[in-house]
């Protein structure tokens, strides 16, 4: 069974920085590119961030390029998500989803989702 | 930038209704359309991939169409468990729609 457990999130001030983990298990990890979505309180999807299988190529979206570093650990089947300077508009709950293949390429799609981890930016 | 734009943002219907949630590309993204629907408090579970590809284990009452701009999600039958938000996402740049909230009537 596939599961993805992600931990770290806190709550942080404005300027702080936080890392978050994603543990995943029951698949081969190093096969798969994976993802980062988050969703603010009461708002939709929004994708963040995504890595390829053998962490080759990294991809951020506009609102986070230059603060966000995504990587990977294919040893410890792990996936991470470093947040630096953060803002109050980074405040939302973020899942780690595996893709349905190792490229991330044109066509894809998250086919596992964790169940989150919420990240609260604030004074 | 490609902006996803899904109509309507809220709908309300009856158990046994047939429903249509459509999502505009502002360009063409050919077939790369995913469709996912998200429960409260839960994660989003991937419905239809490449605007008509359903994922295993997805009852066949829901069905996808179209490509280039324009796409639609379909379900035939709607049942109790299908209440939820549905959200369209381009697998060109990753967007994703606004969400579309399917409401009891």
């Known amino acids: 069974e596939v599961q993805l457990l992600e931990s770290g999130g806190a709550l942080v001030q404005p300027g702080g920085s936080l890392r978050l983990s994603c543990a995943a298990s029951?698949?081969?990890?190093?096969?798969?590119?994976m993802s980062w979505v988050r969703q603010a309180p009461g708002k939709g999807l929004e994708w963040v961030s995504a890595i390829t299988n053998s962490a080759g190529r990294a991809y951020y979206a506009a609102s986070v390029k230059g603060r966000f570093t995504i990587s990977r650990d294919n040893s410890k089947n792990t996936l991470y998500l470093q947040m630096d300077s953060l803002r109050a508009e980074d405040t939302a709950v973020y899942y780690c989803a595996k893709d349905h293949d190792g490229e991330h390429g044109n066509g894809y799609h998250c086919d596992y989702w964790g169940q989150g981890t919420l990240v609260t930016v604030s004074s | 930038d490609i902006q996803m734009t899904q109509s309507p943002s809220s709908l309300s219907a009856s158990v046994g209704d047939r429903v249509t949630i459509t999502c505009r590309a502002s360009q063409s993204i050919g077939s790369y359309l995913n469709w996912y629907q998200q429960k409260p408090g839960k994660a989003p579970k991937v419905l239809i991939y490449d605007a008509s590809s359903l994922q295993s284990g997805v009852p066949s009452r829901f069905s996808g169409s179209g490509s280039g701009t324009y796409f639609t999600l379909t379900i035939s039958s709607l049942q109790p468990e299908d209440f939820a938000t549905y959200y369209c996402q381009e697998s060109y740049t990753d967007k994703f729609g606004q969400g579309t909230r399917l409401e009891t009537k």
């Open positions: 029951g698949f081969t990890f190093s096969n798969y590119a």
